[in-house]
Every structure is written in C-alpha cells, then in structure tokens.
C-alpha cells in the first residue's frame, strides 16, 4: 500500500498541471460545501443565540388560563386550588437532571400609579417577590448596592432591589442607594441596583426579536418574598423558572418542571395549567427553514463532484492507455490483477483526496471571506471537514474503478505490443 501511495505521489507530480486540473472539479465542489456548511452552522448558532440568549439556558414556566399567561390585579384574582410553590416541589424540580437552578416569585405587573419617588412615578414595569435563588438563576448581578441578604427574609425588612431601568427612570442619574420609594403607600428603601449580565442578553437582530423580547426593557422592582403580604396578598400562585444545564437541555427541563407544577394543581382547577416558554422550538424552526434554502445550495455544488469525479474517470483511462507497457511488464512477471488494480485505485484515490484537502481549505477561507462581506456568521465544522475528505476519497475510489478495471483486465501480450 505504501509503494503504491508513493507511485502516485510519483505520477501526480510528474504531471502537476494535468493532476491540478483533474481535482479542480473536487476542489471547488468540497470548498462550496464547506462554506455552505460553515454557514448554516454559523446561522443556525446565531438563531439560537438571538432567540434563547448566549449561555443563560433560562426557561420561564409560568401559569396559563385558556391560553393566557395568568395575572393578577387584587386578592379576587387569586384562583383557589393553586398554591405557592412548596419547598418539596421545588427540590423535585432542582433533581431532574437537566435543571442546574430553580426560582420562583409572585408577579405584578401594570404598576402604573403604584410606585413612587418623590414626584416620580414608574409608567410600565413589574413587581416581583423573589426567593433567594433568583438572581443567580436568571442571570441578574449587582451594579451598585447590595443583593438581599437571609436577614432581609427572616426580619420581614421593607427593602427593594430595583434594575437599572428602574434606578434610571425615578432616580435619573442620582444614585439610588439608600432612597426610600413607595409601593402602594408602603415605604421601601433601596439597596441595590441589578443589571442582566451580557451572558443572559440575547441578541436582538429583527423587529420580531425585538418584540419577544420587549418585556426586558421594561422596569423591575423585586422584593424579598416574605415582605410581599405586606403590600399584596398571601398565597399567591408563583411562576417558575429554570435554569437549565445546557441549551439543548432547555425544552425538556421546561416540559419536566411544567409537568411536576401541574400535580400541584387542584383537580377542580381544569382552566389552569402551567407552561414552559420553549423559544427552543422556535428556534429550532427558524433554522430548519435557514437550513431547508442551504440544503439546497449543497445538491447544486454536489453537481461539481460529480463533474470532477467524471474528470478523474477521464484522466484516469488515459493514464492507463499512456501506461499500458507498464502493466503488460508488470502482468508478464507474474503481478496479479488485485496489485493492478490497487495500484490505479490508490492513485486516484490520492488524487481525489489531494483535491479534498485542498478544497476544505478553500471552503474556509471562502466562509471566512463572506464573512467579512456580508456579515453572515460563520461556523467551521470539523466533523464536515474529514468528511469532505473521505468522500473525496470514495469519489476517487467509485470514479477511478472502471479505468482500473481495464488495466487489472489488460492481455499481457497485447499490452507490450503497444508503443
């Protein structure tokens, strides 16, 4: 095998421009796929990126009513049968495998009018009563000030943590630390400002993204949730969300914990049920359609495989022609037709994987070029790469067997005959 890798090596350089010629075909068609293949890679990171947020794996399940995220505007809201989460339920949640972290919070939402500072007021924005996971959970850090601290729960101290929108629309530029706001006549003092991490944000790139993700501009005030009877009701239903050990872990960790959250629900309560957001799903349709296009460019650059496989064909048989004395004095002292035909298959299959490699090089540096052009993000695959290579391999193999047929097969006798 080793004396017939280095007789092709041989032979393809003794005919450097023929051989080049040979494995453009194989050379354009591999690097066409590679940077289709880069693409659709790229894209499809990058949809899943902009939809479910670069590394946050956080999936809200919140609580449902004939198809509506549920709200609540006073205590005659409050649904009988649905009970804040328990701290067994939510053990059994932070259990399954695919959960890294669980929090849950009660939710207002429209505090038009309820919030105060001075003569400023909160127009939009939510108010939530939050365990002391969910920070950590949803991906918050502290931009100044303190986080709420155990204390904070058991002594029931009027505090708030407000984010940056808050601080920015009732404070201005003044610091927030350490002002006092009203919430429903109640006074609480601010401790601290959160930001979302750059990890957790996710990349905004269309209107339709822009909408989906809307709810993230607008203001936040969270309070420990054992002070939230003092403004608001006790036992109150709570929404959940999970964070996730990985993305592609995100749609079943949701669907497990909306399904233990359901068991909690009374029988009598069949209007209500709760739901895990799967922007997973959407994701994954955005990219099945972005792949759909790209799979189709992939069958149009296959046509130049198949045009440089029928290349190698082509050179291959006039090799064997311009080589026919050769194989008649290999046959006459006794070589058998499999070293012939090994011989004529290694060659093209060398050839054809010269071409590979050449063309996996292309196609990288052409992803890397409409990179640079178009802004379309890219992603090498290496898995496609060696691919690439061993097909161009079996092309050669598939191509170059009817020429190595015919030399295997070649009469000794009338094989020396020829000049």
Request: with cysteine; aromatic share 8%.
């Amino acid at each position: 095998m080793l004396e017939n890798i280095r007789l092709s090596f041989q032979g393809i350089w003794s005919h450097k421009m023929r051989s080049f010629l040979t494995m453009l075909g194989i050379i354009i068609g591999i690097a066409a796929i590679i940077s289709i293949v880069s693409t659709i890679k790229g894209t499809n990171e990058e949809i899943k990126n902009s939809l479910v947020g670069s590394g946050s794996n956080t999936v809200n399940v919140l609580l449902y009513t004939q198809g509506y995220t549920f709200n609540i505007s006073s205590s005659s809201d409050i649904p009988f049968g649905i009970t804040p989460v328990s701290d067994e339920t939510k053990k059994e949640i932070l259990d399954l495998d695919t959960v890294e972290n669980v929090t849950c919070y009660t939710e207002r939402q429209g505090i038009s009018g309820s919030v105060f500072y001075q003569d400023s007021t909160l127009s939009s924005g939510s108010i939530r009563g939050i365990d002391t996971s969910y920070f950590a959970t949803t991906g918050y850090v502290v931009k100044t000030g303190r986080n709420f601290i155990d204390s904070d729960y058991q002594k029931f101290r009027k505090v708030v943590v407000i984010d940056d929108n808050a601080a920015t629309n009732l404070f201005g530029k003044t610091s927030a630390i350490g002002k006092t706001i009203e919430i429903n006549k109640v006074p609480f003092t601010v401790v601290g400002v959160v930001t979302k991490s750059a990890q957790s944000d996710p990349v905004i790139k269309n209107i339709s993204q822009y909408y989906t993700y809307e709810q993230d501009k607008l203001s936040y005030i969270f309070m420990p949730k054992s002070c939230w009877p003092i403004t608001y009701c006790y036992d109150e239903p709570e929404n959940v969300v999970v964070r996730a050990t990985s993305t592609d872990d995100m749609e079943k960790a949701g669907q497990d914990t909306q399904s233990i959250l359901n068991k909690t629900i009374s029988s009598k309560q069949e209007n209500f049920k709760y739901k895990a957001d799967n922007l997973l799903e959407q994701a994954r349709k955005m990219q099945d359609l972005s792949s759909a296009t790209n799979n189709q460019l992939i069958w149009i650059a296959s046509i130049s495989l198949l045009v440089g496989g029928i290349g190698v064909m082509n050179i291959m048989l006039v090799s064997v022609t311009e080589r026919t004395s050769e194989i008649g004095l290999k046959k006459a002292i006794g070589a058998p037709k499999r070293t012939i035909l090994a011989q004529f298959l290694t060659e093209a299959a060398v050839l054809t994987s010269i071409g590979g490699m050449l063309g996996v090089a292309a196609g990288i540096g052409m992803a890397q070029v409409i990179n640079r052009i178009s802004g379309v993000a890219v992603s090498i695959d290496v898995l496609a790469s060696v691919v690439a290579v061993v097909f161009s391999m079996l092309i050669g193999i598939i191509f170059g067997l009817l020429p190595s047929v015919k030399a295997a097969n070649m009469d000794p006798i009338e094989a020396l005959r020829r000049e």
